[in-house]
C-alpha cells in the first residue's frame, strides 16, 4: 500500500480566542477554505490536505506548548515556490507572528528554505520551499 499524503491535521489548542482569528487569517492566507467554523473547531482545506484547531479540555487551558514532550514537535506546510516562503514571512510578520528563525536555507534537503514560526499558544509551525520533489522523490 502507498498512502496519498496527509488528508488531515487536528490541532488541540489552549487559548481558542486568540488563536481562532491567527488561524483563520494564515491559513486563508495560504490558500485553505474554511469548511467548520464555530465555537469549538476552525477546519480548512486546501493544497490536498485539512488544517483544522479545536479546543483543548477546560483543565487544559493555559497550559504552554512543550515541543519536546510526547506528540506534536511541529508543523511544516510545503509552499510552491522559494519566493512563496518570503511572502509568508511579511504576512506572518503584518499579523504578529512569533518569528522563530526568518527564512533561511536548511539543510534537511538540497534547495531546503523555510520561515519558523509560532501561533498565539507557542506551537511551531514551519513554511517551507523544497525544489522538485526533495525527499519525496
Not at 500500500?1 to 483563520?24: Q, R, W
Not at 469549538?40 to 479540555?57: E, N, P
Not at 528563525?101 to 520551499?129: K, T
Amino acid at each position: 500500500m502507498d498512502i496519498n499524503g496527509v488528508a488531515h491535521v487536528m490541532l488541540t489548542v489552549s487559548d481558542f480566542e486568540k488563536c481562532y482569528p491567527f488561524y483563520e487569517r494564515l491559513l486563508t492566507f495560504l490558500g485553505m477554505k474554511p469548511v467548520i467554523q464555530n465555537g469549538q473547531t476552525l477546519y480548512c482545506v486546501g493544497g490536498r490536505t485539512a488544517v483544522g484547531i479545536v479546543r483543548c479540555a477546560d483543565h487544559h487551558r493555559g497550559e504552554p506548548f512543550v515541543q519536546n514532550r510526547i506528540g506534536l514537535h511541529h508543523l511544516c506546510l510545503r509552499a510552491r515556490e522559494h519566493a512563496d516562503v518570503d511572502e509568508a514571512y511579511r504576512f506572518l510578520l503584518s499579523i504578529g507572528a512569533r518569528i522563530v528563525h526568518p527564512p533561511e536555507d536548511g539543510a534537511w534537503a538540497p534547495g531546503y528554505y523555510s520561515v519558523l514560526f509560532e501561533d498565539p499558544d507557542g506551537l511551531r509551525l514551519e513554511i517551507n520551499h523544497v525544489p522538485g520533489k526533495g525527499l519525496l522523490a
